[in-house]
């Protein structure tokens, strides 16, 4: 079973800045690999797909970058409506089974 | 645009079958490529995912829940269906349907909360 760490667990920013979230598998995915957003009470919407194509709708201060076991979501200027918790998530094969990271907590400083 | 709803009792006692179902509007969820699959999220906790169907009836599971677990489809009425044997307090979560295409989670329902207490 592939396993997705991510860091930090917590991001403390203000709105303007810039934000840098790492998801690190322990085996290669290859670029099989999506990000999520999730607020308080919501369902996760996602983001990012194959590690850096944004989804429908999603704005361009989202992106996606890496591959094979080393990737990274970047917000390049937060906005109020940004502060959320952030999942990676990948499928393996053998055996079938999607994987979620455990999170980021992206937080108003 | 697709939208997924998830129904059924919010309250399940211990040892007994959560069943839960998702309702699929704006499409059919027998057309193109997309899976169904169920997902889970303990309160302040992360996603785990549960498992799948395709409409032919093809179904892939968790390992760590595949001795419990029973997802079905019923595509006359654009429904696919959630049953988890056995539960106990570890199983009380907000359970998501969603679709899936690919290695990715494109429409989530709104999520159904499902306590298990006596």
């Known amino acids: 079973e592939i396993v997705l760490t991510q860091s930090p667990a917590t991001l403390s920013l203000s709105p303007g800045e810039r934000a840098t979230l790492s998801c690190r598998a322990s085996q290669s995915v290859s670029s099989y690999l999506a990000w999520y957003q999730q607020k308080p009470g919501q369902a996760p919407r996602l983001l990012i797909y194959?590690?850096?194509n944004r989804a429908t709708g999603i704005p361009a201060r989202f992106s996606g970058s890496g591959s094979g076991t080393d990737f990274t979501l970047t917000i390049s200027s937060l906005e109020p409506e940004d502060f959320a918790v952030y999942y990676c998530q990948q499928r393996s094969n053998w055996p079938l089974m999607y994987t979620f990271g455990q999170g980021t907590k992206l937080e108003i400083k | 645009q697709v939208q997924l709803q998830e129904s059924g009792p919010g309250l399940v006692k211990p040892s007994q079958t959560l069943s839960l179902t998702c309702t699929v509007s704006?499409?059919?969820?027998?057309?193109?490529?997309?899976?169904w699959s169920w997902i889970r999220q303990p309160a302040g906790k992360g996603l785990e995912w549960i498992g799948r169907?395709?409409?032919?009836?093809?179904?892939n599971y968790n390992p760590s829940l595949k001795s419990r677990v029973t997802i079905s489809v019923d595509t006359s009425k654009n429904q696919f269906s959630l049953k988890l044997s056995s539960v106990t307090a570890a199983d009380t979560a907000v359970y998501y349907c969603?679709?899936?295409?690919?290695?990715?989670?494109?429409?989530w329902g709104q999520g159904t909360l499902v306590t298990v207490s006596s």
């Open positions: 704006g499409g059919s969820i027998s057309s193109g490529s997309y899976y």
């Open positions: 169907i395709y409409t032919s009836g093809s179904t």
């Open positions: 194959d590690a850096s």
């Open positions: 969603a679709s899936s295409y690919g290695e990715l989670f494109g429409y």
